[in-house]
């Protein structure tokens, strides 16, 4: 009977351990690019916002909210996920709504966010093969690999997915991912300047002109 319990938890334990997938924090302010982008994310509560620097004095900064503030009230707007988009200099704004009239034309945000004519903010990072825990993982990171391999074109093999987190936190350190770039099929790594974990601070999304 004591064996039979243990073959249980034991089955019980690889069964849970292999649902168990890596999660990009949801809500998080973080830079994929060393500063050039920044990202303010926020699941929790349906919004986000994205501002890359073109130069020193220029930049893009888009925003995505399911309650968009200003909308006119009973308006499509005002019931369904809005994205603004805005350039300055000089000020150009562009927005559009999604839904079951039409969705949006551009999409500043990760393309697994958007479906046609809906949108619901996600996980920032979309998995596309199930992802294996190491048992090998150094002392200071946390980290997770595709169960199926790819090759490059210079022939070397990699897990086609790779995540990496600060030891035993939620906090993305960076991932790797086997792609299709211009002409060649490669390895390419994110590295995530994290700025703060939690609820992102209401500065980003006050700045709405």
């Not at 949801?26 to 990202?39: A, E, H, K, M, R």
């Not at 073109?54 to 006119?72: D, G, K, N």
């Not at 190491?134 to 093999?157: H, K, M, P």
Request: proline share 6%.
């Amino acid at each position: 009977m004591k064996i039979l319990l243990c073959l249980i938890s034991f089955i019980l334990h690889c069964r849970v351990s292999k649902c168990v997938q890596p999660y990009f924090p949801s809500q998080i302010v973080f830079s994929p690019d060393n500063g050039v982008t920044t990202l303010a994310i926020d699941e929790t509560n349906q919004r986000a916002y994205q501002k890359i620097a073109l130069s020193s004095w220029a930049s893009e900064i888009s925003y995505v909210m399911e309650h968009f503030p200003y909308a006119t009230p009973d308006s499509p707007q005002s019931k369904y996920y809005v994205q603004l988009l805005v350039d300055f200099p000089p000020l150009n704004c562009m927005y559009g709504t999604y839904w079951k009239y039409g969705g949006n034309t551009f999409n500043s945000f990760p393309s697994h966010w958007k479906n046609g004519t809906s949108f619901e903010i996600k996980n920032y990072i979309n998995f596309n093969y199930e992802m294996i825990h190491s048992n090998d993982s150094s002392l200071d990171e946390d980290y997770w690999y595709a169960n199926v391999t790819c090759r490059t074109d210079s022939g070397e093999i990699y897990p086609c997915e790779e995540m990496y987190f600060k030891k035993n936190t939620q906090i993305p350190v960076r991932s790797t991912r086997v792609a299709r770039g211009g002409w060649d099929v490669r390895q390419f790594a994110t590295y995530y300047k994290v700025i703060s974990m939690g609820k992102p601070d209401e500065k980003y999304f006050d700045s709405i002109p």
